[in-house]
C-alpha cells in the first residue's frame, strides 16, 4: 500500500478507441464480485474513455460507489487480488488504484461516496462531454496541449483541466 518507487508513465494521448466501453464491462464485472460488500450503486465508466471520440490516455477510469471511505477502507487490500496498486490520491475524497502499476496503467479506480461532490461532478462533467460535441473537442484540444506542456508531470497535466472542468460544470444544472 503507498505510493510506489516505480517512474510514473508519461502522459500519452491515443485517438479513441471503441473497444473501450467492452474493456470497462469486463474490469465492472470483476469489480461487482470483489466490491460487493461496500457498493452502494452502479460502477460507473468515466475520464476520457467514456466519451466516444475523445482522445485519451489509454487507461480506463472507472468510478465505484461506496458509502464512505472509512467505510470502504477494508476494500483496498482485497483490490490488490485484481492487481490493484492504492496510492493516497487526494485522501480526502477518494480512495485511489491505478492496475497494474504506477508505470505501466491500464486502469484507474475511484471509490468515492455516493452523492458526493466527487462522485456527482465526475457524472456531470463525462455527461456535459458526451451531449455536446463542441465542448468535447475544445477539451479535446486543451488536453493534446496540456500533454505536449506536462509529458512528463501528470498531476500538473491534470491540474491543467481543472479550469475547464470548473467552466463547463458551472453552465450545466446540478441533477
Same mark, same amino acid.
Given at each position: 500500500?503507498?505510493?510506489?518507487?516505480?517512474?510514473?508513465?508519461? %502522459?500519452? /494521448?491515443?485517438?479513441?478507441?471503441?473497444?473501450?466501453?467492452?474493456? @470497462?464491462? *469486463?474490469? +465492472?464485472?470483476?469489480?461487482?464480485?470483489?466490491?460487493?460488500?461496500?457498493?452502494?450503486?452502479?460502477?460507473?465508466?468515466?475520464?476520457?474513455? *467514456? %466519451? %466516444?471520440?475523445?482522445?485519451?490516455?489509454?487507461?480506463?477510469?472507472?468510478?465505484?460507489? %461506496? +458509502?464512505?471511505?472509512?467505510?470502504?477502507?477494508?476494500?483496498?487490500?482485497?483490490?490488490?487480488?485484481?492487481?490493484?496498486?492504492?496510492?493516497?490520491?487526494?485522501?480526502?475524497?477518494?480512495?485511489?488504484?491505478?492496475?497494474? !502499476? !504506477?508505470?505501466? +496503467?491500464? #486502469?484507474?479506480? #475511484?471509490?468515492?461516496? /455516493?452523492?458526493?461532490?466527487?462522485?456527482?461532478?465526475?457524472?456531470? @462533467?463525462?455527461?456535459?462531454?458526451?451531449?455536446?460535441?463542441?465542448? *468535447?473537442?475544445?477539451?479535446?484540444?486543451?488536453?493534446?496541449?496540456?500533454?505536449?506542456?506536462?509529458? @512528463?508531470?501528470?498531476?500538473?497535466?491534470?491540474?491543467?483541466?481543472?479550469?475547464?472542468? +470548473?467552466?463547463?460544470? !458551472? /453552465?450545466? !444544472?446540478?441533477?
Amino acid at each position: 500500500m503507498g505510493r510506489s518507487k516505480e517512474k510514473e508513465a508519461p %502522459v500519452e /494521448l491515443v485517438e479513441y478507441d471503441p473497444e473501450w466501453p467492452a474493456r @470497462f464491462a *469486463a474490469e +465492472r464485472a470483476l469489480l461487482e464480485t470483489a466490491l460487493k460488500p461496500w457498493l452502494t450503486g452502479a460502477i460507473e465508466h468515466v475520464g476520457s474513455t *467514456a %466519451v %466516444v471520440g475523445m482522445p485519451a490516455k489509454p487507461v480506463i477510469d472507472i468510478m465505484a460507489p %461506496v +458509502r464512505s471511505l472509512e467505510a470502504s477502507r477494508p476494500a483496498i487490500p482485497e483490490l490488490a487480488n485484481l492487481d490493484y496498486v492504492y496510492f493516497p490520491y487526494r485522501p480526502e475524497v477518494m480512495h485511489w488504484f491505478c492496475k497494474p !502499476s !504506477s508505470a505501466l +496503467r491500464t #486502469h484507474h479506480l #475511484h471509490l468515492v461516496p /455516493l452523492g458526493s461532490t466527487r462522485w456527482v461532478e465526475c457524472l456531470r @462533467f463525462r455527461d456535459a462531454l458526451r451531449r455536446d460535441a463542441r465542448v *468535447a473537442a475544445e477539451y479535446a484540444a486543451l488536453k493534446f496541449r496540456l500533454a505536449k506542456e506536462f509529458k @512528463f508531470d501528470r498531476e500538473a497535466y491534470t491540474d491543467g483541466k481543472t479550469p475547464f472542468l +470548473r467552466r463547463v460544470l !458551472s /453552465l450545466q !444544472s446540478p441533477t
